[in-house]
């Protein structure tokens, strides 16, 4: 279970919102290339570490929010404000919570 | 299997002489140093680039070849699936690549000269609504146009073939029809990987577990870096040492984002968990392999007895393989559903291995803009099935320099044309 921090509702369950990918900007439809729409459309950046992205709370205050998260340990952080480059830390109110030890799954068939 | 370093042919007189004489057993595969140079190098051992490193050197005489891998052999995806081949898609273009796939799996025990006890022992894949029905006819149409033997059969003789299956009208996800396979069927996912690794090994490709790839050099690209679009492959960095080498393959599964990102390169795949589990052994009485779109659940049992489950990946992108209690509930009422004479079986273990899922749930193959640098990836949740086919293509692709027809349609430039090959009827059980 992955506890995502909503900022109105709380920790909640990662199944009671909806995953909506990373979070990037649009290019503008005016004035954009194919080549720009294609990326925005088709690439991701799919990073083993700190990722932007968006969650939509389905279930709850159906607010959609960006949070980031860290695709390997599950931590959660608020994205910087705009002009700051430092993300804010969440504690403890996010995150997997583990099922038996996950050392014990290491190299299971 | 003829190669260069042969070992000791497997075969029940062999067994027999070193049993009575108590001789020990070669190690099957040799454990070289990194070379300073290949002419090609496979990243990733698991099926796919042992298939690609096997195929190279047996069927175009490419032997200079590295396999790389930051854990072990197999390791990856190709420990972690649930072994189930078929090859009854929903395009033509994936009916024809399975079908080679399927071909390989079957005659691989003789030509690779190791048992990886293929069963052939059917494929249903459930139908619980009217849409899914009409989904079933349609596969059935276009497999059967491919001569792939495949038919919708109802309730009743899914009844005989699955005894153990609710087929009774009261259920909350009445079976309405089945898609029937019966070439599909299962496979003992290790034995492929170790069958693999010792021909490729016979024909002198280097295998190097634990060397994890830290950087892919490239020159001439248009980033600051000299990486991306119009770049050429000039080496590999890895943890044990630099390798130049002008042929990368990248057959990465959910790490693939990853790697091609050393050379400057963004694909279309996000990685996701696939989470299975296995419960304690039982008699066998399940026949078949059991499919169900709807309730999100597949089915088989070993050889050993137990069940095997798999679901749908994870609804996030992620790298964490931690299993979850949500899986698990879900997992157990919905085969209750089809089978609740197993309620009193307990699970043993549960596990997930990563996905690279692509946008249309097709794989994404061959050249990419950095010259050198190829693909084998986006294979999401059924890239085991297409392993032996992938790694043929793959060699072909990187010998002749040029597409061979079977991966065509799975370019990477499709995504630039909108020529998607939308698969996710019936490649995926989450949907």
């Given amino acids: 279970m992955l506890l995502v921090p909503c900022p109105n509702c709380g920790p909640r369950n990662s199944a009671d919102l909806t995953y909506r990918g990373e979070a990037s900007a649009r290019p503008n439809p005016a004035t954009t290339t194919p080549k720009e729409w294609r990326d925005y459309l088709y690439s991701e950046d799919n990073p083993a570490g700190w990722l932007k992205e968006t969650w939509y709370c389905s279930s709850g205050c ?42 014990e799954l290491e190299g299971e068939q | 299997m003829i190669g260069t370093n042969r070992g000791p042919r497997y075969s029940g007189a062999g067994l027999l002489w070193r049993g009575l004489r108590k001789s020990n057993w070669p190690r099957v595969w040799r454990d070289t140093p990194l070379k300073k140079s290949y002419d090609v190098v496979v990243v990733g051992g698991g099926v796919h680039g042992l298939a690609t490193a096997y195929y190279l050197a047996a069927n175009h005489g490419i032997t200079n070849v590295a396999v790389l891998d930051k854990a072990y052999l197999g390791s990856g995806g190709s420990g972690r699936n649930t072994a ?19 071909a390989l799996y079957k005659s691989m025990s003789a030509d690779l000269n190791l048992n ?15 849409s899914a029905v009409r989904t079933m006819r349609w596969r059935a149409e276009v497999n059967k146009l491919q001569n792939i033997d495949s038919s919708v059969i109802g309730p009743d003789e899914i009844k005989k073939i699955a005894p153990s299956l609710d087929t009774s009208p009261h259920t909350r996800y009445p079976i309405l029809a089945a898609l029937y396979h019966p070439p599909g069927g299962t496979i003992r996912h290790d034995a492929v990987v170790w069958a693999y690794a010792r021909a490729a090994d016979a024909y002198g490709v280097d295998l190097h577990q634990k060397t994890e790839v830290i950087d892919i050099e490239c020159a001439g690209g248009s980033n600051p870096d000299g990486k991306g679009e119009g770049a050429k492959v000039t080496g590999v960095k890895t943890s044990k040492g630099d390798i130049s080498a002008r042929v990368v393959v990248n057959c990465t599964a959910g790490w693939a984002g990853l790697i091609a990102g050393m050379a400057g390169l963004k694909l279309p795949i996000t990685t996701h968990p696939l989470q299975a589990a296995v419960t304690e052994p039982v008699k066998v009485f399940l026949p078949t392999v059991v499919v169900s779109g709807s309730l999100h659940v597949y089915v088989s049992q070993t050889d050993r007895g137990e069940l095997v489950f798999g679901a749908s990946v994870d609804p996030f992108a ?8 949500d899986f698990t509930e879900e997992l157990a009422g919905h085969v209750l559903e089809l089978m609740p004479a197993v309620s009193k079986m307990r699970l043993l273990r549960q596990w997930a291995g990563l996905c ?28 085991f099935k297409a392993g032996p086919v992938s790694g043929e293509q793959m060699a072909k692709c ?23 090959v939308g698969e996710k009827g019936a490649a995926a059980v989450g949907h």
């Fill in chain 2, 84 to 102: 189930i081949v078929r090859s009854n898609y929903l395009t033509p273009e994936g009916v024809a690549f399975y079908d080679r796939s399927l």
């Fill in chain 2, 116 to 130: 990886v006890m293929f069963s052939e022992r059917g494929h249903l894949t459930l139908a619980h609504t009217d």
């Fill in chain 2, 398 to 420: 990187v010998a002749d320099q040029a597409t061979p027809e079977l991966i065509a349609p799975f370019a990477l430039s499709r995504f630039e044309h909108g020529m998607l």
């Fill in chain 2, 356 to 383: 690279d899922i692509t946008p249309d749930y097709s794989p994404v193959m061959g050249f990419t803009p950095v010259e050198g640098f190829f693909c084998d990836v986006g294979w999401g949740t059924y890239g």
């Fill in chain 2, 318 to 325: 992620t790298y964490d393989m931690g299993g979850t209690l």
């Fill in chain 1, 62 to 103: 159906r607010r959609f929010f960006a949070v980031e998260r860290h695709t390997v340990t599950s931590e959660f952080r608020e994205p910087p404000l705009p002009g700051s480059k430092t993300p804010k830390p969440l504690g403890d109110v996010g995150g997997r919570a583990v099922v038996g030890d996950a050392s």
